[in-house]
Nanobody
């Protein structure tokens, strides 16, 4: 399974970006897809997660109400729509896949994902 994140860039505070994660090598419906981010000097943080098996979605408290995860199974793509961005959202964002079911207590733990893609940099600055 290969994943490739894209869509990052420079955006002003209050702006929006949509990140894309292309999944190749296996059908998207078998996997839980998570978005993670890592800011300079900080640990990797789970941002959001989407499970196709039961339609569950999870969000970090810091992005609830601003970010939306979605998936397009026909295109094998997962998206992260990010609105009302602020400087604390600046980070490298990566997508990851897990073949095993995850839940509220486990989705945000990086060690629970088997496959990772290269990240895309999001910079929020005026």
């Amino acid at each position: 399974v290969q994943l490739q994140a894209s869509g990052g860039g420079l955006v002003q505070p209050g702006g929006s970006l949509r990140l894309s994660c292309a999944v190749r090598g296996y059908t998207l419906d078998y996997y839980v897809i998570g978005w993670f981010r890592q800011a300079p000097g900080k640990e990797r943080e789970g941002v959001s997660c989407s499970s196709a098996s039961d339609g569950s979605t999870y969000y970090a408290d810091s992005v609830k109400g601003r970010f939306t995860i979605s998936r397009d199974s026909d295109k094998n793509m997962v998206y992260l729509q990010m609105n009302n961005l602020n400087t604390e959202d600046t980070a490298v964002y990566s997508c990851a896949a897990s073949y095993y079911g995850l839940n509220l207590g486990t989705w945000a733990l990086p060690e629970n994902y088997e496959y990772w893609g290269q990240g895309t940099l999001v910079t929020v600055s005026s």
